[in-house]
T-cell receptor, first 111, second 112 residues
Framework: DGGITQSPKYLFRKEGQNVTLSCEQN?????MYWYRQDPGQGLRLIYY???????QKGDIAEGYSVSREKKESFPLTVTSAQKNPTAFYLC??????????FGAGTRLSVL | GQNIDQPTEMTATEGAIVQINCTYQ??????LFWYQQHAGEAPTFLSY????GLEEKGRFSSFLSRSKGYSYLLLKELQMKDSASYLC?????????????FGGGTRVLVKP
C-alpha cells in the first residue's frame, strides 16, 4: 500500500544529543515537508523540499537540519541547538501544487 | 505573511450541526484546506476550496469567500467520532513550494 512512514513513533533525546527522525514515502510525490506541533497548537513548517537535492527553510528552521538525497526520503535531524525540542513532529508529502498527506508522526521528548 | 484565526473550542450535541469559521489575511492566496486531526494522530484531508462558494462532501461542507478572507467548515448530523480538532490551512501563492500556513485548530467536542 502507498503511504508515508515515519519512525520511530516515540523518541527520547538526551541533552546535547542530535537525533534523526525518519520519513519515507512511496507515493512518488515530488514535495516533502516537516512540521512541528506543540500541544493545543496548529502546525508550524520547519523545512520543505520540492525536488531531490534541494530544500528550503520554513518558519522555524533554527536548530533543525534536513537532507533530500532520494525522492522517497526526507530525514529531519533535531540538533543540540534546538533548546525546546519536545513536540509532535509530522512529515507530509504532495505532488507539486496538490494536497499534502501526512505520516503518523513522531513524538519527541527530552530526558 | 499569513495570519489565520479560528475558534479554539466548540461543543455540540450528537446529531446536530456545527459551523467552524476561519478568517485569514494573506499576501497571496492560492487555496484553503481543512484537515481533521484526532488526538495524537496525523491530520487527514477533508476539503479544498480555491474558488468562492460551497463544496459539499457527504456530511461535511466547506465554504469560501475570497473577498472577505473567510471560510467555514460545516459538519452535519454530528457523530461521536467527529470529536477532533479541525485545522484550517491557507496555501501561499506568493511563494514557491506549495507552502501551507495552519491556524491553531478548533477542538470540537460532540456530546451525547
Amino acid at each position: 500500500d502507498g503511504g508515508i512512514t515515519q519512525s520511530p513513533k516515540y523518541l527520547f533525546r538526551k541533552e546535547g544529543q542530535n537525533v534523526t527522525l525518519s520519513c519515507e514515502q512511496n507515493l512518488n510525490h515530488d514535495a516533502m515537508y516537516w512540521y512541528r506541533q506543540d500541544p493545543g497548537q496548529g502546525l508550524r513548517l520547519i523545512y520543505y523540499s520540492q525536488i531531490v537535492n534541494d530544500f528550503q527553510k520554513g518558519d522555524i528552521a533554527e536548530g533543525y537540519s534536513v537532507s533530500r538525497e532520494k525522492k522517497e526520503s526526507f530525514p529531519l535531524t533535531v540538533t543540540s541547538a534546538q533548546k525546546n525540542p519536545t513536540a509532535f513532529y509530522l512529515c507530509a508529502s504532495s505532488l507539486t501544487g496538490d494536497i499534502q498527506y501526512f505520516g503518523a508522526g513522531t513524538r519527541l521528548s527530552v530526558l | 505573511g499569513q495570519n489565520i484565526d479560528q475558534p479554539t473550542e466548540m461543543t455540540a450535541t450528537e446529531g446536530a450541526i456545527v459551523q467552524i469559521n476561519c478568517t485569514y489575511q494573506t499576501s497571496g492566496f492560492n487555496g484553503l484546506f481543512w484537515y481533521q486531526q484526532h488526538a495524537g494522530e496525523a491530520p487527514t484531508f477533508l476539503s479544498y476550496n480555491v474558488l468562492d462558494g460551497l463544496e459539499e462532501k457527504g456530511r461535511f461542507s466547506s465554504f469560501l469567500s475570497r473577498s472577505k478572507g473567510y471560510s467555514y467548515l460545516l459538519l452535519k448530523e454530528l457523530q461521536m467520532k467527529d470529536s477532533a480538532s479541525y485545522l484550517c490551512a491557507v496555501r501561499d501563492g506568493a511563494s514557491a513550494g506549495n507552502k501551507l500556513t495552519f491556524g491553531g485548530g478548533t477542538r470540537v467536542l460532540v456530546k451525547p
